[in-house]
């Protein structure tokens, strides 16, 4: 008999909601949609690359053969990594297998003033205090900005947000832009960042997010910026927003079968441009309510769709974008703490890689970093679930229960001492007694939620301090040879 005393079993829980067959067919469907229904594709460069790689090209419909498919994922790299600028290593990325990262989202026009608690627009301070709450809490993994910037020059939001984030948080972050001017702004942030383009190469800081179009179209900015990416060896995201019953087909299996095949488009471009260049594919997968014509952020079917589909990405050998802790309602409440509770267990469950949209509220529209303060306490609580239990002789105990006895009890013993503190302890959950509670102001989750934000936002600093002259020097040249470009693309007025 083997000698097991150092012997521990612990494996994370993860469920499935496809068997192995369910997630061939999938695959399947996706080959038979691109080869025989194809995409179109709005950039004739792209359309050059995929006919010369042996798809068929009619006008922008592009069709494309199973074997051009595979070779694409043959080379796809399944682990990544993306590193904080300041060397931090304990907020390094590893993007593998069953490793979930949460963040917030990027993009809504609207956001809730934490001062009034009112829905205003987006402003550009309002990326910086995202960033630096986002730094300060230990369960968003990365960081985008909960909004669009709507107080700086039209067209150079993307740039604006980038420059101000990175300059307020070492955990990496996921951008985005309009076109490749704006990626290739955000491109010479990140080397000024990293101390240089080698430097990037081999310690890139940050995550770009594109877009393709449901149903089945890649426009001319998503592949351009999705080329430019793969170009420079940036790890990417190309994922749509699939609209169950209004971009994509009603039955959850044919939305997984467009939802991927829009983003395979992406896979197979960047593959062709820079074989090893890492895409993550996935996206926000859910249904329109036909009563209101919303895209529902709440549903089930976005944690079941989206469950789904991380399974088929890793089925192909991709990490997962998924989505969690977002919400229907308008404000943080019963409803949004419900409804985020039950997709970031499923991210969670399920083995995604980057969840984003923590935060989100109004179905999108409003960004609340409230809401991402207490969605980073639920993916505290998820956590504890994916842990799973450890199985050794320590844990098991049993001398502990012969010393203990029937009857006895466990607080005093050195073996509890050791192991309580290694139970969860909420920081803002209340577990208090009745007379506690009422003593202290009888607050709510949402009077403590308020708390903790408003603390953060007044008295965490970030790294602002920490940024090398050098780099932000850099930066503010780059944002104005931004503003020079947007000023000569305009129209002249005549006087």
Not at 85 to 111: A, H, L, M, Q
Not at 124 to 138: E, G, H, N, Q, T
Not at 309 to 333: A, F, R, W
Request: proline share 5%; charged share 25%; with cysteine.
């Amino acid at each position: 008999m083997s000698n097991r005393t150092n012997y521990t079993v612990q494996e994370s829980p993860h469920f499935e909601i496809l068997s192995d067959d369910q997630k061939e067919r999938v695959y399947n469907g996706m080959l038979r949609t691109l080869q025989y229904t194809g995409a179109n594709v709005h950039h004739e460069g792209a359309r050059e690359l995929f006919e010369k790689a042996g798809c068929k090209v009619d006008g922008v419909r592009v069709y494309f053969p199973p074997q051009v498919i595979q070779q694409a994922l043959s080379t796809a790299p399944a682990i990544t990594e993306v590193f904080p600028w300041d060397g931090d290593e304990s907020k390094k990325i590893v993007v593998e297998k069953k490793r979930s990262y949460f963040g917030p989202g990027p993009t809504p026009p609207n956001f809730i003033d934490t001062e009034t608690l009112e829905r205003r627009p987006y402003l550009r301070k309002d990326a910086s205090l995202v960033a630096r709450v986002c730094d300060a809490l230990p369960n968003m993994g990365y960081v985008q900005s909960l909004g669009s910037i709507s107080d700086v020059t039209n067209g150079l939001a993307d740039v604006y947000e980038f420059a101000d984030m990175v300059r307020n948080t070492t955990t990496p972050i996921m951008s985005w832009s309009f076109t490749r001017e704006g990626c290739r702004d955000i491109h010479r942030m990140g080397i000024a960042m990293a101390g240089g383009e080698e430097a990037f190469r081999q310690r890139p800081n940050y995550i770009f997010y594109g877009e393709p179009i449901s149903p089945l179209v890649s426009d001319f900015h998503a592949i351009d910026k999705c080329i430019y990416c793969a170009e420079n060896r940036i790890p990417q995201v190309y994922s749509p927003c699939a609209i169950g019953g209004g971009t994509v087909p009603a039955t959850h299996a044919g939305q997984l079968v467009v939802a991927l095949s829009e983003s395979m488009v992406g896979v197979i471009a960047a593959q062709l441009i820079s074989p090893g260049t890492c895409v993550i594919i996935g996206g926000v997968q859910s249904i329109l309510d036909m009563r209101y014509s919303i895209y529902s952020y709440g549903a089930p079917e976005l944690s079941l769709l989206s469950a789904a589909l991380t399974e088929v990405v890793h089925y192909c050998g991709l990490p997962m974008y998924s989505t969690s802790g977002c919400t229907d309602t308008k404000k943080m409440d019963v409803q949004s703490a419900m409804e985020a509770s039950l997709s970031i267990n499923a991210a969670m469950m399920s083995g995604a890689n980057f969840v984003h949209d923590n935060g989100y509220t109004e179905s999108g529209l409003t960004g609340d970093v409230f809401q991402t303060v207490m969605d980073d306490e639920i993916i505290s609580m998820a956590r504890v679930v994916e842990n799973g239990v450890e199985v050794s002789e320590e844990t098991l105990a049993v001398e502990q229960i012969k010393n203990v006895g029937p009857g006895g009890h466990y607080l005093y013993e050195d073996h509890t001492m050791k192991w309580f503190r290694k139970h969860w302890m909420p920081s803002l959950m209340d577990r208090n007694s009745y007379e506690n509670w009422e003593s202290q102001g009888k607050k709510t989750l949402k009077d403590r939620v308020l708390e903790k934000t408003r603390d953060l936002i007044n008295n965490y600093e970030g790294p602002r301090d920490k940024v090398p002259a050098e780099a932000d020097q850099e930066i503010e040249r780059i944002l104005g040879e931004a503003e020079e470009r947007i000023q000569r693309e305009q129209p002249q007025t005549q006087g």
